[in-house]
């Protein structure tokens, strides 16, 4: 059974910092993009940064310079460190991971709430 779960997500003054954590189960981590997205009320579930199997990484523009994404395959986990965050990036935030050797395979977990106050 694959299992994703997210973890680190709450309520922080804008300006603050969070760190969450992906862990993922029952898949070969290896071979996985993992993708952080998120998605505030209202809105679609918009791509926020990628760990690539290559160890290589890519952010959205409104996260550039401010969100770090690393993966740690030993631990079969992701983190994404957020800095200097603003009340707009208050939003669920979802892991995502793409099966990148072989058939094609997607799996969501079930996200974590942050909330960045003003």
């Known amino acids: 059974q694959v299992q994703l779960v997210e973890s680190g997500g709450g309520l922080v003054q804008a300006g603050g910092s969070l760190r969450l954590s992906c862990v993922a189960s029952?898949?070969?981590?290896?071979?996985?993009?993992i993708d952080w997205y998120r998605q505030a009320p209202g809105n679609q579930r918009d791509f926020v940064a990628r760990a690539a199997i290559s160890g290589g990484t890519t952010y959205a523009d409104s996260v550039k310079g401010r969100f770090t994404v690393s993966r740690d395959n030993d631990k079969k986990s992701v983190s994404l460190q957020m800095n200097s965050l603003k009340p707009e990036d208050t939003a669920v935030y979802y892991c995502r991971s793409s099966r990148r050797v072989g058939l094609n395979r997607v799996y969501w977990g079930k996200g974590t709430l942050v909330t960045v106050s003003s």
């Open positions: 029952g898949i070969t981590f290896s071979i996985h993009d």
